[in-house]
């Protein structure tokens, strides 16, 4: 099964940008739907974005138009470019892997937008 490592995540104003980076270690990295999910204080999990196989994205309302899912599979890399941050996009943010029934989750990395 695929390991993921997050990283990127940190302390950034509201209005600034963050590029979070999920790395994959199964050299069938291209098979999976990738995800990037986050989870507020006291809140349930949300999926923020959605880069199938194929290339199809998707993206809960709430981040349409601010970040940007992209992949590079040669490098077993999916990334998240997060611009105009607010408050509420303050999370620990988790990479996903999804393929069939099975889904493998990273660790996950803080953003605090604050201040």
């Known amino acids: 099964q695929v390991q993921l490592v997050e990283f990127g995540g940190g302390l950034v104003q509201p209005g600034g940008s963050l590029t979070l980076s999920c790395s994959g270690s199964a050299s069938t990295f291209s098979i999976y739907d990738m995800c990037w999910y986050r989870q507020a204080s006291g809140k349930q999990r949300e999926l923020v974005a959605t880069?199938?196989?194929?290339?199809?994205?998707k993206y809960v309302d709430s981040v349409k138009g601010r970040f940007t899912i992209s992949r590079d599979n040669a490098k077993r890399m999916v990334y998240l470019q997060m611009n105009s941050l607010k408050p509420e996009d303050t999370a620990v943010y988790y990479c996903?892997?999804?393929?069939?029934?099975?889904?493998?989750w990273g660790q996950g990395t803080l953003v605090t937008v604050s201040s």
């Open positions: 996903s892997a999804k393929y069939l029934t099975s889904e493998a």
């Open positions: 880069i199938a196989r194929g290339g199809t994205i």
